[in-house]
């Protein structure tokens, strides 16, 4: 064999290595740049899922955050409405318009008189209003009776009774429930006019006098009690709220004793007195102690006398004395 071709065969056999090994290094290379962009690949695609996890956690958020916000928005527009509300009737003065049977001539009002107490009796008639007007008829006291139309409805020959026997008759309220008829200055004159119209119909007589179930100034009033006492005002009507309490309208039975009591120190601070008490079913102990009431303040030199439109009031708030 020639040398030479040796060596050119040497060199082609050289020259077939170096482009197999080239050939197999460049394999390798590309399957490890393969697997290399596989795995970066999976972390990618592993970020990009948590990346839409959390997206889709801000997603919810915000729509919790936007439902939160349309209640908030909902709150907002109830309490402007209730705030529009609480200050339309003393806006608008639509109800000086409504009722128009609802006005008294209005009292001459007198001096206030010295020595001088007003038993007014709330809440009634009751089925103890007899056995009241027989112990007042005894001692010819008169009194006022501040009545409750609901009661009446029941009483209705009670309450003749009482006007026959010449006591006074104020208006207390109709359904005496403090949510409904303070829920607005027309729904108080709704409740008083039909109270008004069951006493005017039963004795014949209008009433120009009431008394605010809770007194003038109330939690339950608190919203609309100025325009309400202004509009009241101006329809002519007089009322009474009280210097001295009987305290007989606790939630338990209050003793004859106590009753008596509470009246008598009351009674000792003032000049003139309204004392409240109450006639209903369960205040037997006050029909009990109004004849001790009577029987010591006459001996002590006071008189009783009914309230009527002409007799100065006794209120928490205006003409305080
Ligand atoms: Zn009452």
Redesign the pocket.
């Known amino acids: 064999m020639d040398p030479q071709d040796t060596t050119f065969a040497k060199q082609v056999k050289r020259i077939k290595r170096i482009i197999i090994w080239s050939v197999l290094f460049l394999f390798v290379l590309s399957i490890l740049c393969s697997l290399f962009l596989l795995i970066k690949n999976v972390g990618l695609s592993r970020r990009l899922s948590r990346s839409v996890a959390e997206l889709e956690t801000v997603r919810q958020t915000l729509s919790t955050r936007e439902a939160e916000l349309a209640g908030l928005s909902a709150q907002w527009d109830a309490a402007q409405e209730n705030l529009k509300e609480a200050a339309a009737p003393a806006a608008s003065f639509a109800y000086q318009q409504e009722y128009p049977d609802l006005y008294i001539e209005r009292g001459e009002p007198t001096q206030p008189q010295s020595n001088v107490i007003y038993l007014t009796f709330?809440?009634g008639p009751s089925g103890n209003t007899s056995a009241l007007l027989d112990i007042l008829d005894t001692y010819h006291v008169k009194a006022t009776f501040?009545i409750?139309g609901t009661e009446v409805d029941d009483h209705s020959a009670i309450l003749k009774e009482i006007a026959k026997r010449g006591h006074s008759i104020g208006i207390?309220?109709d359904t005496?429930n403090y949510r409904s008829i303070y829920k607005s200055i027309d729904a108080f004159l709704t409740d008083f006019s039909s109270a008004s119209q069951k006493v005017e119909r039963l004795t014949g007589q209008k009433p120009s006098i009431f008394?605010f179930?809770?007194g003038s100034i109330n939690s339950y009033n608190q919203l609309i009690y100025q325009p309400l006492i202004a509009e009241m005002l101006r329809r002519g009507y007089v009322f009474f709220d009280w210097n001295v309490s009987a305290e007989d309208?606790t939630e338990h039975i209050v003793s004859k004793e106590t009753i008596v009591a509470a009246v008598l120190n009351g009674v000792a601070k003032y000049d003139r007195s309204i004392v409240l008490l109450?006639d209903s079913d369960r205040h037997e102990n006050t029909v009990l102690a109004v004849k001790d009431i009577i029987e010591t303040l006459s001996a002590q030199g006071y008189r009783f006398a009914p309230l009527d439109n002409t007799v100065p009031p006794i209120t928490f708030s205006y003409n305080k004395e």
């Open positions: 709330d809440d501040f409750v207390h309220t005496h008394r179930p809770g309208a109450h």
